[in-house]
């Protein structure tokens, strides 16, 4: 309703950030969150293979991917300046809108919608490919490299003062931590009564703690980069290995300073309300739901962990 106001405030940061640039503190959390980003990467051979060939067309340079970050935060400040003001300025920017159909427009947008699909199938179907496809020209000449063995990593496990077992592995090469925590209590113990309490106790696990408000754990979690999910059963965290020591007592802040928020409690049970609505309305969900009340009727596994 107010599309003029929102691009002008748009406009206004663009030109503040073109004028002044970023902050030390914004560039810093860019920075970290680039860096996640840059070596989740690394842990998979077939992004990285992907990376290393995409960005070699890009800058030819074939080690572009490892020599991401060596530069220093004033050289990055400049930069990212530098480039909100020659592309980011008004006088190119092109502007788009997605205008509502109103009901009396609907039965000629399916006209207009059935026509474009059959120009397309006419379009299509004369369009018979009858040459071959060429054969392979390096496949024949291409010689197997030798088979490098291959272990599968084994975990270390220590036991804490309360029984807690964790199970550890160190890769040096990629300063990422990935942190799972598994609770005893399974999603599969939710409530008969209130079904849906285990899923909606986990989601106010981040909307607020002893030391943290919403937004602000929001801002905390977002500044360094991190990934953070929270579900019933588990919580998963992925952070830099710098973050170790932060990322424990953000851990330490869900486990046990969590404050349920009435205003948050509100808040997340219309959003879980609304998240069911929309399951109702997908066929895939509803197919699911049902097989497996029927494959496990009586058993916990028959349960909507989602809620009703």
């Known amino acids: 309703e107010n599309i003029e106001i929102i691009g ?10 073109a004028e002044v640039g970023v902050s030390d503190e914004e560039l810093t959390t860019a920075i970290k969150q680039n860096k996640m980003a ?29 020599n991401y970050f060596n530069h220093s935060m004033e050289e990055f400040k400049e930069g990212v300046r530098q480039l909100i003001k020659d592309y980011l300025r008004p006088t190119v920017m092109h502007t788009g809108l997605v205008l509502p159909l109103p009901e009396s427009e609907k039965e000629q947008w399916v006209r207009l919608q059935q026509r474009s699909d059959e120009e397309d199938k006419r379009i299509l179907f004369n369009r018979v490919r009858i040459s071959p496809v060429e054969p392979p020209v390096n496949a024949d000449i291409i010689e197997a490299g030798k088979r490098v063995d291959f272990t599968f990593p084994k975990p270390e496990k220590v036991v804490l ?15 990422k931590i990935e942190l799972t925590l598994s609770f005893a209590a399974r999603p599969y113990y939710d409530s008969d009564t ?24 929001a801002r905390a979690i977002e500044s360094r980069g991190m990934g953070l999910s929270v579900g019933p059963g588990r919580i998963s965290m992925s952070f830099l290995s710098e973050d ?5 007592d953000i851990l330490q802040e869900l486990l046990t300073n969590v404050t349920f928020d009435e205003k948050e409690i509100k808040k997340v049970r219309d959003q879980l309300k609304a998240q069911v609505k929309r399951c109702l309305d997908d066929p895939n969900f509803i197919c699911s739901q049902l097989v497996k009340e029927n494959i496990y009727k009586g058993h916990p596994n028959s349960k909507n962990l989602l809620g009703t």
């Open 8 to 17: 002008s405030i748009i406009k206004k940061e663009l030109a503040e950030l």
């Open 194 to 217: 209130l079904p849906g309490l285990y899923n909606f106790v986990t989601d106010m696990m981040t909307e607020g703690t002893k030391n943290y408000k919403a937004q602000e754990f």
């Open 38 to 66: 840059v070596y989740g990467l690394l842990e998979s051979n077939m992004k990285q293979a992907h990376e290393i060939g995409a960005l070699f067309l890009a800058t030819g340079d074939p080690e572009y991917i490892y």
């Open 161 to 175: 003062s309360n029984g807690v077992c964790v199970y550890y592995y160190n890769n040096p090469k990629i300063p």
């Open 244 to 248: 170790f020591s932060f990322a424990l």
